[in-house]
C-alpha cells in the first residue's frame, strides 16, 4: 500500500506559461508531456463513491495501468489517500492483481461487491507536463495537468475543463510541499487550493 500525498492547485488557464517557467527554472531542464487518459468506474448506483474508494484505468504511452484509490483527506489543497496501482495488459479490469495488491479489507469487499456491475461512468483526458524537483531536502514531482473531464449521462455529453497543478511528494518531509507551493505562488498570480480532485469532477458531471 502506499500513501499519496499531493498539493493540487488551481491554475488559471492564462497562468500556465509562467508556472511552466517556474518549474523550467527549478528543474534546469524542460517538463515532459504525458498524454494520460484515464476511465473511471462504478455501478449504476455509484457504489464505489459511496464507499469512498475511486477505481480507474488509465492509459499511458507505456501501456495500462490499474489504480485503486481508498478515503483519504483534503484539506488547504493538500491531498492524501491510500492507493494501489497495478499494470494490465490491455483496457480491462484485472480483480485478481487487485485483490493481491490490496490490504485494506473494507476497500476490497466494496470492490467485490460491486464488481459485477461496474461500467465506465467518466473519462479525464489531458496532457500532464512533468518535472522531478530537488526541494527543500525532498524529491518532489511538479506537474501541470490541462484538458477536461467528460461524462455521458442520459445520452447528454458532459464536459468540464481541467487546469491544475499537482505536486507529488515522493520522497522527504511534507514540509517541502508547502514550501514549494509557497515559492511557486509567489511568483505565479491566481493560483488557489483545489480540495476537489478530477475523479470527484466526474462524479458531479453524473450527477442528475
Keep these: 500500500m502506499g500513501i ?8 488559471p488557464p492564462e497562468q500556465a506559461d509562467a508556472a511552466d517557467r517556474f518549474f523550467t527554472g527549478l528543474a534546469r531542464a524542460p517538463g515532459r508531456d504525458v498524454p494520460l487518459t484515464n476511465l ?26 490499474q489504480t485503486l484509490k481508498a478515503a483519504g483527506t483534503a484539506q488547504g489543497g493538500l491531498h492524501s489517500r ?4 497495478t499494470p494490465v495488459s490491455n483496457e480491462a479490469l484485472d480483480f485478481d492483481a ?4 490490496c490490504d485494506d479489507d473494507a476497500a476490497l469487499a466494496a470492490l467485490r461487491a460491486a464488481q459485477t456491475e461496474l461500467a465506465e461512468r467518466f473519462r479525464t483526458s489531458f ?12 524529491r518532489i514531482e511538479a506537474a501541470i495537468d490541462r484538458g477536461e473531464v467528460t461524462a455521458t449521462v442520459s445520452g447528454e455529453e458532459r464536459r468540464e475543463a481541467l487546469s491544475e497543478i499537482e505536486l ?16 511557486l505562488s509567489a511568483k505565479v498570480p491566481g493560483l488557489a487550493p483545489e480540495n476537489v480532485n478530477k475523479a470527484q469532477r466526474g462524479y458531479r458531471l453524473c450527477a442528475p
Design 168 to 183: 507529488e511528494l515522493l520522497s522527504g518531509h511534507e514540509r517541502a510541499l508547502h514550501a514549494l507551493t509557497s515559492a
Design 40 to 65: 473511471y468506474f462504478d455501478t449504476p448506483s455509484l457504489a464505489l463513491a459511496r464507499a469512498k474508494i475511486a477505481l480507474r484505468l488509465r492509459m499511458t504511452p507505456d501501456g495500462w495501468l
Design 4 to 11: 499519496e500525498r499531493e498539493i493540487k492547485l488551481a491554475l
Design 98 to 101: 487487485l485483490a493481491a495488491a
Design 127 to 138: 496532457v500532464r507536463r512533468l518535472w522531478r524537483l530537488e526541494f527543500d531536502g525532498a
Design 82 to 85: 491510500h492507493e494501489w496501482e
